[in-house]
């Protein structure tokens, strides 16, 4: 038997008879201020439930339905709402940060006030939903479907992806809103005047702001991953990088001191739109470079475009001994998938002629070209290698 208890005075809400409260039937249980921090709701039926104030930070609602719940204030942060139906749900004031509600169904929704930021809302439903005062600050919502969402207060900021929703010309503007010099500069040149209209913008503004970001935007920012071997080479083209107005982060140059370093690139790669990889020899065997790529690829999953600007110093990585190197891994289960087969699907510009002035110079406008143009990644290309 499960007991659910109210998170502050242990009085006894709610009681299961099952060993766990994956797929249990709550609809319309009464379960105001429980604590149910980190449960298992997987499938679970909450329909109609009563979640005001609830705890349920880290809680996994795979698939579950919440559909018509009172969930005002509730506390979700980083909960797992992958593919859930919360159609019609009450999430006034809720605390969603970093939840993952990844193709989930928020159709009708009340989102008013609610804390969105650096949540996950890869293809999910939006249609309709209210976010009156909603704070989407590092927001994924790459093919997000907004349709006829409303906004007003809402706040942009580091939302990177927000031109890649869907519906955004069919939003209902019921006050400005707030976008920030990151999300324009990121978004601004996908965004119709219609939407910048509704968030708040005059139509001079609109050319002004066009004036000011649209100038090398599908290129602006870039993560450049490489390894300590390749230091030099790694110096040239950050600078050259940053000399044609593109914005660089490199651990050398910008990890901070006294803060954990994997979050600071785990971060930065999510705030850069481009990766740019130094493949060699000894790049291509640094755990925390193959973090790095495996992160982009899963990027380049989500928006289906090209996140991933891989350039070869040697022919390591083309090489039957690369091959054998990821059989390894993959055989040990220390990589997830095959991304050397991955990438090696793709052209891979050759740079191992560098310190020649004429064959660095050639092969650098292309790349600036190729981070301009990105490609798409079309859905056979970016499936999980076997």
């Keep these: 038997m499960v007991v659910i208890r109210h998170k502050y005075t242990g009085i006894v809400l709610h009681t299961v008879r099952a060993d766990t409260l994956c797929e249990a039937k709550?609809?319309?249980?009464?379960?105001?201020?429980?604590?149910?921090n980190g449960a298992d709701l997987n499938g679970t039926d909450l329909i109609g439930a009563d979640l005001n104030g609830t705890d349920l930070n880290g809680a996994r609602l795979i698939g579950a339905d919440l559909s018509r719940a009172d969930l005002r204030g509730v506390h979700l942060n980083k909960a797992h709402l992958n593919k859930a139906r919360l159609i019609g749900a009450r999430l006034i004031g809720a605390d969603l940060s970093e939840a993952n509600l990844s193709e989930a169904n928020l159709k009708g929704a009340c989102l008013s006030e609610a804390d969105l930021r650096g949540v996950h809302l890869n293809k999910a439903c939006l249609n309709g939903a209210r976010l009156i005062g909603a704070d989407l600050s590092r927001a994924d919502l790459s093919n997000a479907d907004l349709k006829e969402a409303e906004l007003g207060y809402t706040n942009f900021v580091r939302c990177n992806t927000l031109h890649q929703a869907k519906n955004l010309e069919s939003i209902k503007h019921w006050y400005a809103s707030s976008l920030d010099g990151a999300t324009l500069r990121a978004s601004i040149a996908y965004l119709s005047d219609v939407f910048l209209q509704g968030v708040g913008y005059t139509n001079e503004e609109i050319e002004n702001l066009r004036a000011i970001y649209n100038q090398g935007i599908q290129y602006y920012s870039c993560f450049l991953s490489s390894t300590t071997a390749n230091a030099d080479f790694a110096d040239r083209i950050r600078t050259d990088l940053i000399s044609n107005n593109i914005t660089c982060w490199h651990y050398r140059h910008d990890m901070k001191g006294g803060k954990f370093w994997r979050p600071q690139i785990n971060e930065a790669i999510k705030l850069h739109d481009k990766l740019v990889f130094v493949a060699s020899e000894q790049s291509v065997q640094r755990p925390e470079v193959?973090?790095?790529?495996?992160?982009?690829?899963?990027?380049?999953?989500?928006?289906?475009?090209?996140?991933?600007?891989?350039?070869?110093?040697?022919?390591?990585i083309l090489s039957k001994e690369a091959l054998r190197f990821a059989d390894k891994n993959i055989a040990a289960s220390a990589w997830p998938e095959d991304w050397i087969r991955y990438i090696r699907q793709f052209h891979i510009p050759d740079f191992s002629a560098w310190k020649d002035h004429d064959a660095y110079t050639q092969e650098f406008q292309k790349l600036l070209r190729d981070l301009k143009e990105p490609a798409r990644r079309s859905r056979l290309a970016i499936q999980p290698s076997s």
Aim: no cysteine; charged share 35%; glycine share 2%.
């Design 26 to 36: 709550l609809r319309g249980a009464h379960l105001s201020y429980a604590d149910l």
């Design 290 to 316: 193959v973090r790095e790529i495996l992160e982009a690829i899963e990027q380049e999953r989500k928006t289906e475009q090209q996140k991933l600007f891989p350039l070869r110093l040697d022919d390591f």
